[in-house]
């Protein structure tokens, strides 16, 4: 990643923008219908920030502002639940200027842990956690393999889209759609996918 | 005297609850509102309700009032903005955000504990109407 880092996030905020319509009509079908909205503004917002600190080349403080700016500019639960995330991927990232395989694990491991507690959840609730507790296994499981950081997260992407499958057959037990209990079965969770759709624009950016 | 604020993923809701508590407060006493997001679009705001906790501590302590779903998740990560020693003395009251803010506000302006506040509010989730 290294000085990539301001292009790697304007490329997940793209995924985020151009799959904006699609998230948001996920959430309409089990929660408030603002997930694609939400997170758009969220990134548009991280998109302003990252012009004005272009010179910072410490990925720790670059995460950390990443954090706090969708904290107070999306909204929604995925506010605090992302903001929380990139906060904590900031530790062990701290006055870094390159990701290695190793770094990279620790940061989405801390990324999670910190969605967990937030969120107060585990996996199979029908939330993020289904396609980001299956990416991190997956990804350290290539890293114990010796994989490339590519290679990894190609992996984890996979893992990652079946966790986005797996929510349609599951209930929520969390978040809005917990209202809807058994009818929230068959649909698709948006905060799932929109964790599907960061950690994808990640792999493509880093593939070119 | 405890501080009371209120988060609503509305900034409305949030003013207009401040304005009715602030009809049964002490004049000291801090009623806060942090609702909504900075361009006014509805949704809450960790670093607004971090600050609001800040403006209504007088040393006492806060007690918060929320309404649905993020307005807990952005609370919760609002106490994380906060220096050790006051978010010892910050607390959720799991009450209804409208009930529950004016049951604070009448305990607090009292002079009364964080403690008796939040169990003032949360009180209020027993409240008959007919």
Do not use: W
């Not at chain 1, 319509?21 to 997170?39: E, K, P, R, S």
């Not at chain 1, 889209?161 to 929510?167: D, L």
């Not at chain 1, 809005?176 to 929230?184: D, I, M, T, V």
């Not at chain 2, 803010?101 to 009448?106: E, G, K, P, T, Y």
Request: proline share 2%; glycine share 12%.
């Amino acid at each position: 990643m290294g000085t990539y880092v301001y292009e790697v996030m304007a490329n997940v905020g793209e995924a985020i923008t151009r799959n904006k319509q699609m998230l948001t009509d996920l959430d309409a079908a089990i929660g408030d219908g603002d997930h694609g909205i939400n997170m758009a503004r969220g990134f548009e917002a991280v998109h302003s920030k990252m012009q004005a600190m272009e010179a910072e080349i410490d990925i720790g403080k670059v995460m950390k502002t990443v954090g706090m700016t969708l904290i107070s500019s999306v909204g929604g639960a995925a506010g605090p639940l992302y903001g929380t995330a990139f906060l904590r991927a900031a530790g062990p990232s701290q006055q870094k200027t390159q990701v290695d395989v190793e770094t990279a694990g620790l940061m989405l491991g801390a990324a999670i842990t910190g969605i967990k507690e937030r969120g107060k959840a585990i996996r199979g609730e029908k939330t993020m956690l289904d396609a980001l507790e299956p990416a991190y296994d997956a990804f350290m499981e290539g890293a114990k393999d010796g994989k490339s950081l590519i290679a990894c997260l190609e992996v984890a992407c996979e893992a990652a889209q079946q966790g986005v499958e797996y929510t349609k057959t599951i209930v929520a037990t969390k978040g809005r759609a917990s209202y809807l209990g058994e009818r929230s079965r068959g649909h698709q969770d948006p905060g799932a996918t929109s964790s599907y759709i960061m950690l994808k624009a990640l792999l493509e950016f880093l593939r070119r | 005297m405890v501080g009371v604020v209120i988060v609503s993923h509305s900034q409305k809701v949030a003013e207009g609850i401040r304005e009715m508590a602030l009809q049964m407060a002490a004049p000291q006493q801090q009623v806060i509102a942090a609702g909504g997001m900075a361009d006014g679009g509805i949704g809450t705001d960790a670093v607004k309700v971090s600050e609001a906790i800040i403006a209504a501590n007088t040393g006492d302590g806060v007690v918060i009032l929320v309404d649905l779903g993020s307005a807990v998740l952005s609370t919760e990560t609002a106490f994380e903005f906060l220096d050790d020693e006051l978010r010892a003395k910050v607390k959720i009251a799991d009450a209804p955000i409208l009930e529950g803010a004016i049951s604070a506000v009448v305990e607090a302006s009292l002079g009364s504990s964080l403690a008796a506040v939040v169990a003032t509010a949360e009180g209020a989730r027993a409240l008959n109407k007919c």
